[in-house]
């Protein structure tokens, strides 16, 4: 649906393939899981959103093939403004990260909150995809936005449960999961730094 609504030009179309995405639920379990110290579950949230990250990089690429072979296919606007690695957009995406996270724990419709996720990462996934078909060339710029959107996400998530003070009961085991989110959330942010200084100098 995102892959039809980039190629028509039309955002409507785009944000529609938003209502579906599953992508809250992953970045939002890795917060939760990382915030109590649950190392394995939150690698596995991980996993999980790689997959599901690949999944629409790999349909998309199949599926531009597909139609590209029947008729030619033209890049919209739509798509190529989601070719420049602008720095803007890894700040907005750590926002939407943290409001979602927080909506979503105030009782938020997943779905609603899913939106602000699904639309920070989906688009500029599939336009990679698309891209590796049709403008190869572009790869690398896409794939830095695509990058520095899931830093944002990730970082806006942690940030969130962080504020919010989630944490086990226990002392023992509330100890080494502070340890543990003290960890992600260094490791995440320095990731997140050289993205977003990466991205600054090739938007300059």
């Known amino acids: 649906i995102a892959l039809s609504g ?10 529609g393939a938003m209502l579906l995405s599953p992508i809250i639920g992953p970045i939002y379990g890795f917060a939760i899981y990382t915030a109590l110290g649950m190392i394995r579950e939150s690698l596995k949230c991980l996993g999980v959103l ?17 139609i590209g072979s029947a008729m030619p296919l033209a890049l919209t606007d739509e798509i190529t403004s989601r070719l420049v690695a602008n720095p803007i957009y890894t700040l907005v995406a750590v926002l939407l990260g943290f409001v979602a996270v927080l909506a979503f724990n105030r009782g938020t419709s997943e779905v609603i909150a899913g939106v602000a996720i699904a639309s920070a990462i989906i688009p500029p996934t599939v336009v990679a995809g698309l891209v590796l078909v049709l403008q190869p060339m572009s790869l690398v710029s896409s794939a830095l936005l695509v990058a520095g959107q899931i830093a944002g996400l990730i970082t806006g998530a942690l940030v969130a449960v962080t504020l919010q003070k989630i944490e086990p009961r226990e002392t023992r085991d509330r100890t080494v999961a502070r ?21 600054w100098l090739m938007w300059r």
Request: aromatic share 10%; charged share 5%.
């Open 50 to 66: 790689s997959a599901l990250l690949l999944g629409v990089f790999l349909l998309s690429v199949m599926a531009t093939f597909l």
């Open 179 to 199: 340890r543990h989110l003290r960890w992600s959330v260094t490791l995440i942010v320095l990731l997140f730094a050289l993205l977003l200084g990466i991205t």
């Open 6 to 15: 980039l190629f028509l030009d039309n955002p409507v179309i785009i944000i």
